[in-house]
């Protein structure tokens, strides 16, 4: 049910986001909103009496941060700047399974023949997906997001495991609070020029508490107590989830590629899924 909630506040996030260009840069969009969420971060960490992370900690928070809170965000910005919210929910659909790939060798398992073969059939599929929505050449707003489905899926793992020890909510706090020395001077130096209209506004609002923060407290709560393969699955419902606000908030249109290409992705990762779970069993026998 905590991962169920994350994945909710996260589906609208790129819908969010497109709202949030009509007033902001893509750079401000992805360093500010990490500042609006580290402010929520301070209070929280306040009110638990949150005690300061170990060294051993922190070298772990930085490689959340690089991921979650500095990486994603500004590549997924400069993506959507340039194609729309539901084409780049169909691409995206592959972080389960590079989450699932991070969590596997952050852990040290190996993974089957039967993993691997279907991971690389989901990136088929989207490349074909994307390569064909482009005109037939692979688009620089896809290379953006592909880029930005490894750093996450690396921050998202990184984030789950260390929520068992640290907490979910001390998890994401100090990830916003370390990444202040860069986010803070990014977002001042990025401010628009003029004022923002309410849509925008409404939309950087959202990535900065719900996509920034709030979905992260309830998803690494759900990926540290059900564990990272498990509860992962649960991202398949994400793509389907964006479309649907995609076309609702935004009015984007909805092809029958974006259906087929979601359903083709959602039954690879669903078997790196199961490959992953077999295959960490098999171990631990």
Do not use: N
């Amino acid at each position: 049910m905590l991962g169920l909630v994350g994945i909710a506040l996260f589906s609208s996030s790129f819908p969010a986001t497109k709202l949030a260009l009509e007033g902001f840069g893509p750079w401000f969009i992805a360093f500010g909103r990490a500042v609006v969420a580290a402010a929520l971060a301070l209070v929280a960490l306040r009110v638990r009496r949150a005690r300061l992370p170990s060294r051993a900690h922190l070298a772990r928070l930085l490689v959340v941060a690089g991921g979650v809170v500095v990486g994603f965000p500004v590549l997924s910005s400069l993506a959507l700047q340039r194609t729309g919210s539901a084409h780049g929910a169909i691409v995206i659909a592959l972080l389960p399974a590079a989450t699932s790939i991070a969590a596997v060798l952050r852990a040290g398992e190996r993974p089957g023949l039967v993993f691997w073969l279907a991971a690389l059939a989901g990136v088929a599929v989207v490349t074909a997906f994307a390569v064909d929505q482009a005109g037939g050449t692979l688009s620089l707003a896809d290379g953006y997001l592909l880029i930005s489905i490894a750093v996450c899926g690396l921050g998202y793992a990184e984030g789950g495991a260390l929520a068992r020890e640290l907490g979910a909510v001390e998890t994401i706090c100090w990830a916003l609070v370390v990444s202040l020395p860069v986010t803070i001077p990014v977002a001042l130096a990025t401010l628009p020029d003029a004022a923002p209209g309410w849509r925008a506004l409404v939309g950087f609002l959202y990535v900065g508490t719900s996509s920034m923060f709030l979905g992260f407290v309830f998803w690494y709560a759900g990926l540290a107590r059900g564990g990272v393969a498990r509860v992962g699955q649960l991202q398949l419902f994400q793509p389907l989830l964006t479309v649907g606000w995609s076309a609702l908030v935004l009015g984007e249109g909805i092809g029958w590629t974006i259906f087929a290409a979601a359903a083709g992705v959602i039954a690879s990762v669903a078997v790196t899924q199961r490959a992953r779970i077999a295959s960490a069993a098999r171990l631990s026998v």
